[in-house]
């Protein structure tokens, strides 16, 4: 590819300053269709799948009284996170504490302000109120902490490297956490922006930044078909984007020290957008 037909990083961020903070302007006029539940869903499925242990539904097969208490706090980041669509209705059912990262400045502002006005509806935390807002934000039993910055020469291992923290919302650690790695690494419709030399770089650096061997990197995006049976990208000139196919992200994967342990189509999504995968990834 040319020079011309690569993302552009600030052509990139132009474009989307440009689209509504809100569902439909991050998801391209499908935000009050059945697109965003159909996708978290399945976000939510594909992740429980791998780690079962995030389930907040209670085994059948034991007492109440005797339900595991997870023995830490999970951690969470959220790649390209827009307005917060992600972590609201995926991670923060899921994880205790998300890090969202976002370069555009009004969907990291809406986002926060959104979070900052979770709510309990109630006497007290224990009683039969109700939290209306982000998950678990209200009763401060989860956070979020809002990093602005572009994922170009972002350092997951190093969150406050280069970039701007907007404020932590909800639970409030003794120490400072934002460094300590993360259990899952969640990039969806995003990174299209970043060239194959930026997209490779992004990943091993992520690689770095996981917690265990059983934590993960989930990238959930759009392919593009492969008529010659090879890897190829259409390169988006509107957003300054490229959608890769199959074989084109598996050859990135690859050469960043990964390994596809599990990868799934979405299912149920409306008809004349792109095939929609998402990929588990640990290190080879």
Request: one cysteine or more; charged letters at 25%.
């Amino acid at each position: 590819m040319t020079s011309d037909t690569q993302p552009n990083l600030q052509a990139g961020i132009d474009f989307w300053e440009k689209q509504p903070a809100s569902l439909d302007g991050v998801l391209g006029g499908f935000g009050s269709g059945p697109l965003p539940r159909v996708d978290a869903l399945g976000s939510r499925q594909f992740l429980l799948g791998i780690l079962p242990e995030l389930s907040t539904i209670p085994s059948t097969l034991r007492s109440p009284c005797v339900q595991p208490v997870p023995k830490r706090r999970y951690r969470a980041l959220d790649v390209g996170a827009g307005i917060g669509r992600v972590t609201v209705d995926v991670l923060l059912r899921l994880v205790s504490d998300v890090v969202l990262l976002e370069p555009v400045e009004s969907f990291i502002k809406e986002a926060l302000e959104k979070c900052k006005n979770s709510v309990f509806l109630g006497t007290s935390h224990n009683d039969s109120g109700y939290a209306v807002g982000w998950p678990g934000i209200a009763n401060g039993g989860k956070s979020v902490t809002f990093v602005k910055a572009p994922l170009q020469n972002f350092d997951p291992a190093k969150p406050k490297n280069n970039t701007e923290i907007l404020g932590r919302v909800g639970f409030t650690p003794i120490e400072d956490d934002i460094d300590s790695g993360f259990d899952i690494i969640w990039c969806q419709w995003c990174l299209g922006h970043l060239n194959d030399p930026d997209l490779t770089e992004f990943l091993r650096m992520s690689k770095k930044a996981l917690r265990d061997p059983r934590s993960l990197i989930v990238v959930k995006e759009n392919l593009c078909t492969e008529p010659e049976g090879r890897p190829r990208a259409e390169f988006d000139k509107e957003d300054s984007s490229l959608t890769r196919s199959d074989l084109a992200f598996k050859k990135i994967f690859k050469e960043a020290g990964l390994k596809v342990f599990r990868e799934k189509v979405q299912r149920g999504l409306p008809q004349g957008l792109y095939t929609v995968k998402m990929y588990a990834l640990r290190a080879s």
